[in-house]
C-alpha cells in the first residue's frame, strides 16, 4: 500500500500487501484517524530549551549555547495497528521484502509513546597513558565526550553517547553539541522512539550528507539511545532485537600506541598484567620503525593477534613497500594503510595481497561500503559503529560484509562506558571471535554507570538483559560534567510548549 501524502511504503502495510488474506489491517479513514498518514505540510513545531555550557578548557568561556529554533518531525511511515502473522506467512510474504524493510519491522509497534525530551551532557573523560587522539585545541587533553539522553512521553529512558575525536575525524565536541543541539535532536521531537530506521530518515532531512552521512558521530548518540529505549520497551536484549544468537563475552585488544620501543616494552607489560594477550600497535609515518615495533610484539605475544592500524598514514608508494614487511614481522591483517579517497591504492594493496587490508575511515554507511567491495578495495572493515552513525548502519554494514563473504573486526574509537556497551552488544551479537580494539578501559579514567562493564583476563561482557545492559548513573554524569566543564546545566530539547 502506497502512503499517496509522502509516497512512502509502510513497513507494516508493505507485509499486509503480500499477506492479505491470512492478515487483512484496517485502512486509513476519516473514521480512524490515527491510520491517517502524517501530511507533510502540516510541521509539528518545536522549540529548543537549552543552557550555557562553559568552555573545556580553563581560561575562556564559550558564549551561551541557548538558542530558540523551529523544528519539526514527520513520521516516515504510515500508522497501521500491529500485524499478526503465523511464521508460515511471514517467510512467504517476506521473500520479496529488502533487508532495511525487515528491519524496520523489526522495530515496529503499537502507536503510542513519543519522543518527548532529549538532554545532552557534555564531559571530558580524564585520560592515562600516551594516545595521540587526545590532543584537544589549546592543549587541552582528554576524552570529550556528548551524554545523550532520550525520554519518552510514557517515561521510558534511554541512554546514548556521541563520541567526537577531532584528531581522527572532522567533528569536535563543539560541534557535536551544536549539531545535536540545533539541528538533530529537535528533528527527533514527537517521533516514534521504536522506529530507528524511520528516525534515521528525519535525520537524513535535518542535515544534509556530504559525501556519505553528515555528522555520524554526533548522530551516532540519538540512535544509540533509541535502540536502548527499543531494548527496555521491549524487555529485549540488542541480540534479541535483531534475532541473533545470544553472544558470548568479546576479547579485547591491548593497543601499542609506542614513541620508542622501550616505550612499547612498558606497554605490552601493563597489557599482560591486565590479562591482555592480543595487541593492535599504531603506525606510520616511520615505516622502519613500525616494521620493528611489529617485530618486538610479534616476540612478546607469539600466539596472539596481532593488528596493524596505520589511520590513513601512508602514501600508496610506502604502504606498498611497507606491507609485505609487516606480513613477515609477523602482522595478521592492516588496518586503514591510506587515506580512503585513495582509491587506486587501495586497489593495488588489495592486489598485492601481502596482508589483508581492512578500511576503516571514509566507510560511513552502507552506500560507500558496497562501491568500495565492487571496486575491489578492501578485504574487510574494521568496523565502528559511532563512524556510521550508530547501531543500525553498522549492522546493515556487517550484514553486507558477511554476504560477501569478507572479514570484519571490532573496533573503537576509545569508546567510554556507555559507547562501548553499544559496541560490546553489536560485536557479541554477530559472534565475532577476533580480539575486539576497543580500548576505552585502557586509557580512561573515569566511568558513569551504576556498575561498571565486567572486565576479566582481556574480555567484556554486559550483564544486563534490556536495552544497552547498562544502567547509567545521571548524577555520576553530571559530576563528570561539573568536575570537566565546570556546568551543571545540561541541553534541553523540548517540544514548544
Known sequence: ???????????????????????????????NPEHEALNPKQKKKSSLSCY?????????????????????????????????ISRRGFLRGAAGISLGLISAVAYANEPGAKIERIELFPVLYPTKGYFKFFLGPRGAYGRGAVVVKIITSDGTVGWGQSIPSPLWSYETLDTTI???????????????????????????????????????????????????????????????????????????????????????????????????????????????????????????APKGFLWADANGGYDPETALSVAPKLADAGVDVFEAPLK???????????????????????????????????LKMLDGVAMKHCRCGG????????????????????????????????????????????????????????????????????????NGDTGLGIGVDEAKVLDLMSKTTRSRRRIVVVKKP
Request: glycine residues 6%.
Open 391 to 462: 547501531l543500525l548502519p553498522a549492522k546493515r554494514q556487517i550484514e553486507m560484509l558477511l554476504d560477501a563473504g569478507l572479514m570484519w573486526l571490532g573496533s573503537g574509537l576509545t569508546d567510554p562506558d556507555i559507547a562501548m556497551a553499544a559496541s560490546v552488544g553489536l560485536y557479541s551479537a554477530f559472534g565475532q571471535n577476533k580480539p575486539a580494539a576497543l580500548n576505552g578501559p585502557q586509557f580512561l579514567t573515569a566511568d558513569v554507570l551504576e556498575t561498571p562493564l565486567s572486565i576479566r583476563e582481556g574480555r567484556v561482557k554486559i
Open 1 to 31: 500500500m502506497i502512503n499517496k501524502n509522502n509516497n512512502k511504503l509502510s513497513a507494516c502495510s508493505a507485509i499486509s500487501a503480500v499477506n492479505k488474506k491470512t492478515n487483512p489491517i484496517s485502512q486509513p479513514s476519516a473514521a
Open 178 to 300: 551544536s549539531v545535536l543541539r540545533d539541528y538533530l535532536a529537535p528533528a527527533l521531537i514527537g517521533c516514534d522512539p521504536l522506529d530507528i530506521a524511520g528516525a534515521h530518515k528525519v535525520l537524513d532531512k535535518a542535515l544534509a550528507p556530504g559525501f556519505s552521512t553528515a555528522m555520524p558521530i554526533a548522530r551516532s548518540g540519538l540512535d544509540i539511545a533509541l535502540h536502548d529505549i527499543a531494548g527496555k520497551k521491549q524487555s529485549q536484549s540488542l541480540w534479541q532485537m535483531w534475532n541473533r544468537p545470544k553472544g558470548a563475552p568479546v576479547t579485547l585488544s591491548w593497543t601499542v600506541n609506542a614513541r620508542t620501543l622501550d616505550e612499547a616494552e612498558e606497554v605490552i607489560n601493563t597489557g599482560y598484567e591486565n590479562g591482555y594477550e592480543n595487541f593492535n600497535i599504531k603506525v606510520s609515518p616511520a615505516p622502519a620503525f613500525d616494521v620493528a615495533l611489529a617485530k618486538l610484539v610479534r616476540r612478546r
Open 52 to 84: 550555557p555550557v562553559k568552555s573545556f578548557e580553563k581560561t575562556k568561556p564559550i558564549d551561551s549555547y541557548c538558542v530558540l529554533r523551529d523544528a519539526y518531525c514527520k513520521n516516515e511511515f504510515q500508522k497501521t495497528k500491529p500485524i499478526f
Open 340 to 374: 580512503p579517497n585513495r582509491i587506486s591504492g587501495y586497489q593495488a594493496l588489495k592486489k598485492q595481497g601481502a596482508l589483508p587490508i581492512l578500511m576503516d575511515e571514509g566507510v560511513v554507511s552502507p552506500v560507500e561500503l558496497s562501491e568500495f567491495i565492487r
